[in-house]
């Protein structure tokens, strides 16, 4: 793979500005970007994926410096301050760390789920940027995958994704981080995390103290999730997949047992299909390879995928977090 050309960026840059979508690859998952300031646009990254319009989108700039422009930086709350975020951004831009804030108004109901505030990232990847800089404009990006599945972390996922419906595709390669961005929300008094994701929360942590941890998926079916598109099922493959403390295949042994393992097992063999996501038990080696890893025992003809949890603690948590989600039917 050969990354693209100025003139197939150039070319993307402007199905963009005229209202089309392209689908183009981020250090986290691939997105599926529209114009975020053309509503109508906006719409169709909302049509295309199934996705209710509850849930709102991130908006994906270039650089830092055009913050002021989709966010009202006056309207921080004072005891968050102007200065942490400075601190974040200078931090984790370019990277997966997507912060809410007060919205600009220039930016569209339709993006932000008619929300006060606005999901923000520069992402940390040289397609993206050169893209969105093309373009001129800011990219509302959901994962390019259909609402409810599995991310995509190829070009050839977010393909099999759409089939015949394929929006562009910009073929980045694989994605280096494999998991969303991180969801810091800053319009509260403390910071909250909303999605753990591609940057730790002990890295957050160390620049903005204690930060509010989001709930659990189960814990917020029954409150107002402060996330809207937080649902306790998601990221699902077609095979029903269970999260366990112990690599145990289904007592019933007429059922096919697929194995997605983290580190490795000793108890691998006794599985119809293993995907053993760090050799070395790395967490961040196995978000990288979780998504692709899922796709590949959904698509093994398995009654049942049986999944080992990580610890809570680094990628771990992002990884945890996408796996109950997995689960959750
Ligand atoms: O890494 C990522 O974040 C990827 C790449 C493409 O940038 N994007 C992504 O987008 O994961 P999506 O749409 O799949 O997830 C966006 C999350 C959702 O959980 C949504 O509810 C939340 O961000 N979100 C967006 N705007 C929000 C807002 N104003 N307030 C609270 N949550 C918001
Ligand atoms: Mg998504």
């Known amino acids: ?9 150039l070319a993307a840059a402007r199905l963009l500005r005229d209202g089309g979508l392209v689908a ?31 849930d709102p989108l991130i908006v994906h700039l270039d650089t830092a410096d055009l913050l002021p422009t989709v966010a009202d930086l006056t309207a921080i709350p004072t005891a968050i301050g102007g200065e942490l975020i400075e601190k974040l951004v200078e931090r984790f831009w370019p990277g ?9 108004d220039a930016v569209p109901g339709i993006v932000t789920s008619d929300l006060p505030t606005v999901a923000v990232r520069v992402p940390d990847h040289p397609i993206a940027r050169r893209l969105i800089r093309a373009a001129g404009v800011p990219v509302a990006a959901p994962s390019a995958n259909r609402f409810g599945r599995t991310s995509p972390t190829t070009a050839q996922h977010v393909a099999d994704s759409f089939a ?4 562009l595709i910009l073929d980045g390669g694989p994605c280096r981080v494999g998991v969303e961005s991180t969801v810091l929300s800053l319009i509260e008094s403390r ?27 189960s814990e917020s079916e029954n409150t107002p999730a402060s996330s809207p598109g937080m649902l306790a099922s998601h ?6 997949l269970r999260l366990s403390d112990e690599a145990a295949p289904h007592p019933d042994s007429d059922r096919r047992c697929g194995l997605l393992a983290w580190r490795p097992t000793t108890t691998a063999g006794e599985f119809a299909a293993l995907e053993l996501l760090s050799s070395s038990g790395d967490l961040r080696e196995a978000a990288a390879n979780l998504f692709a890893a899922i796709r590949r025992l959904d698509q093994a003809g398995l009654d049942l995928i049986i999944a080992t949890t990580p610890p809570p603690h680094g990628l771990g948590l992002a990884i945890q977090d996408r796996l109950s989600r997995a689960a959750a039917r």
Do not use: C, W
């Open 24 to 54: 183009f690859p981020t250090e986290t998952v691939y997105g599926l970007g529209a114009n975020a300031l053309d509503p109508l646009a906006v719409a169709g990254i909302f049509e295309l994926k199934g996705r209710p319009r509850f």
């Open 164 to 167: 015949d419906q394929s929006p």
């Open 235 to 240: 990221y699902a493959p077609q095979t029903p």
């Open 96 to 104: 997966p760390l997507t912060l809410v804030l007060p919205k600009a």
């Open 191 to 217: 910071p909250r995390l909303l999605r753990p994701g591609g940057v730790a929360v002990e890295e957050l942590e160390e620049i903005t103290g204690p930060i509010e941890r989001a709930l659990t998926s």
């Open 1 to 9: 793979m050969s990354d693209p050309s100025d003139a197939h960026i």
